[in-house]
């Protein structure tokens, strides 16, 4: 049969039909808020390649991150931003560094209203900005750089985190992290691996955010943009030695990875919409050439449909108000 008996436009005709028949939907709970916090911070500061973005205080996130919960977001990924660095991101494993400050002062806020997340990566604590501890090469240290992301882990967990993000692309470290807070009694810590974290131009307005130092690349332990068996490789591997989620970093340009990652695995797969995907709209919309709310839902959409059940966003609190009114 063919046309005029199929007509397919019957279940377009109404918002009502569509919403019926609509094969993929987002929620509030799907979406994740990456949040940044600065030390040493009296007001909020804005970011000014992610419009609307800010570093926190340790106060304006407390009640952005209570505003979040009352929206409905699935989760909160806090970011810290220290005061000083040194080679080996000592600020990632004090206990009174700024991001597991954050941490606590997050869960004192919403307790388990909400999943509150830690980022596990040396990046943003490091001289020189890279995600872990320098060779005399220059060179990262894979093996040395899991002692730092064990110690940095039992910190997180002990300020109180859900679950934390090993997100530095250190080969075995979500093993080496996984056993050590077994050992520690924290069982209950879950992992969301940054299984799939592509050496990306998209990551461009996050380094502002955090106030990167980083001079060069990371193309040596990120993984090439190129590769699709490299990326479900990374996965099996995470998946194999702990983790309870998986990721794909960045989202829209690796659609078909993420597609790929969420047909190959029993575990909760999530994506990143990464700041470059958020500033190119955010530019585009303030130009006039897009319209802003649609495309946001759009994109959230595609990601979704894709296989992300978990949707790391920095429109997930405004989105959550978005698909209240659709």
């Not at 009502?16 to 509030?28: D, F, G, I, S």
């Not at 955010?209 to 479900?232: F, H, I, M, T």
Request: hydrophobic share 45%; with cysteine.
């Amino acid at each position: 049969m063919g046309f005029p008996e199929v007509r397919p436009r019957r279940l377009r005709r109404t918002p009502a039909m569509r919403r019926l028949v609509a094969e993929t939907h987002v929620q509030p709970s799907n979406l994740i808020l990456p949040m940044f916090v600065k030390e040493g911070l009296a007001e909020p500061r804005p970011i000014s390649s992610l419009p609307g973005v800010v570093q926190h205080s340790r106060e304006s996130l407390r009640k952005a991150a209570a505003e979040a919960v009352a929206e409905g977001v699935g989760g909160i990924m806090l970011f810290g931003v220290p005061e000083t660095r040194d080679e080996t991101g000592s600020g990632g494993i004090d206990p009174d560094g700024i991001l597991n400050v954050a941490v606590r002062d997050v869960v004192a806020e919403v307790g388990d209203a909400t999943v509150v997340m830690a980022d596990l990566c040396l990046d943003e604590f490091t001289s020189h900005g890279h995600c872990g501890v320098l060779a005399a090469d220059g060179s990262v240290d894979n093996d040395a750089t899991l002692r730092q992301y064990e110690l940095m882990a039992l910190a997180q967990a002990e300020a109180g985190a859900h679950v934390l993000g090993p997100s530095g692309m250190m080969d075995g470290q979500v093993g080496v992290v996984r056993r050590a807070l077994d050992k520690a009694g924290y069982t209950d810590v879950s992992l969301l691996a940054y299984a799939v974290k592509y050496a990306s131009a998209f990551f461009g307005p996050f380094r502002e955010a955090v106030e990167s130092a980083l001079v060069g690349d990371r193309k040596s332990y990120q993984q090439d943009p190129a590769n699709l068996r490299e990326a479900l490789r990374e996965v099996a591997l995470d998946v194999e030695e702990g983790a309870d989620m998986v990721m794909v970093k960045p989202a829209l340009p690796y659609l078909d990875v993420l597609a790929r990652v969420a047909e190959m695995v029993d575990v909760p797969v999530a994506a990143y919409q990464v700041s470059g995907e958020y500033a190119m709209v955010e530019a585009a919309a303030a130009n006039g050439w897009l319209d802003r709310e649609k495309v946001i839902l759009e994109t959230l959409t595609s990601i979704r449909r894709a296989g992300g059940q978990l949707i790391l966003t920095y429109w997930a609190a405004e989105a959550a108000r978005l698909l209240r009114r659709t």
